[in-house]
């Protein structure tokens, strides 16, 4: 009998939450600079590499906008993507034992703490400098997490990802830059927050040849986030950005638009 499949899905939105932003709160830096160090990238290949990079601090970083730059790249030498990640586990110490590397691995699967999957995409970019930022008064919250699980919280850590395409007929050289920018306290009137809604992933178990839902099981309903339900707000909330994650079987990733205005 054939085995039914799990679709592994994972909607990463950012949600806009009321706060108090004035809130006087630890000294943290206007900028933090994330560098992909150089690599050297063979003739006619196609290679994604990864680097873990771990910003030792206890407070959180209100994030404004992000700027990546990339150098060596030009004409048939190519960024496919660049993604940075916030990891949001509670093993940031594992950091430690890939500090300075640089990891060949796709989708950055062989790197890493144990629990590496929970990460959020906060930024990406493949032209040679690009910039995205928040909505005027709107600030992305990038909140330490701890060592080891239960300990207090200790800093940040991202997953650089990045791909490149070497067309041409002698070995490249690429590295990058990323400078994510602080919102300035006076300025900021809300706080977005990134969350994780894993209820596909928990929810769709789908026999070879069939169709369903994440809601036909429990365990979909349960995991899903939402106002009212836990981590999420009292509230309602407004939806700045979805993202999808998937590995090896993702083919495609939508959103449907229900109930309007």
């Excluded at 940075?84 to 060949?104: D, K, M, N, Q, S």
């Excluded at 909505?135 to 919250?141: E, H, I, T």
């Excluded at 700045?240 to 993702?250: A, E, F, S």
Aim: with cysteine; net charge positive; hydrophobic share 40%.
């Amino acid at each position: 009998m054939p085995r039914p499949s799990r679709l592994l899905t994972a909607a990463l939105p950012l949600a806009l939450l009321t706060s108090s932003a004035t809130a006087r709160r630890p000294h943290t830096p206007h900028t933090l600079k994330l560098r992909f160090p150089r690599l050297s990238i063979p003739a006619k290949t196609n290679p994604e590499a990864c680097v873990l990079v771990r910003v030792a601090t206890t407070a959180p970083f209100d994030l404004a906008s992000i700027e990546i730059r990339h150098r060596g790249v030009r004409g048939s030498f190519a960024v496919q993507h660049f993604l940075v990640h916030l990891y949001t586990g509670e093993r940031l110490g594992e950091f430690a034992a890939e500090r300075g590397r640089v990891v060949p691995s796709r989708g950055c699967l062989d790197l890493g703490p144990s629990d590496r999957d929970r990460r959020q995409l906060v930024g990406s970019g493949t032209l040679r400098r690009s910039r995205s930022a928040l909505p005027p008064g709107v600030a992305l919250r990038l909140s330490p997490v701890p060592d080891t699980p239960g300990a207090p919280p200790a800093g940040l850590g991202f997953t650089l990802d990045g791909e490149w395409v070497n067309g041409t007929s002698r070995t490249r050289s690429a590295s990058a830059l990323v400078v994510l920018r602080r919102a300035r306290p006076k300025k900021m009137t809300r706080i977005a927050l990134p969350f994780a809604d894993r209820s596909a992933e928990a929810g769709l178990l789908v026999a070879p040849g069939e169709v369903a839902s994440t809601e036909a099981l429990a365990a979909g309903r349960e995991a899903a986030w939402g106002p009212g339900r836990p981590g999420g707000p009292d509230t309602g909330a407004c939806v700045l950005q979805v993202t999808g994650q998937m590995h090896k079987r993702g083919r495609f990733f939508g959103v449907d638009l229900i109930g309007a205005d």
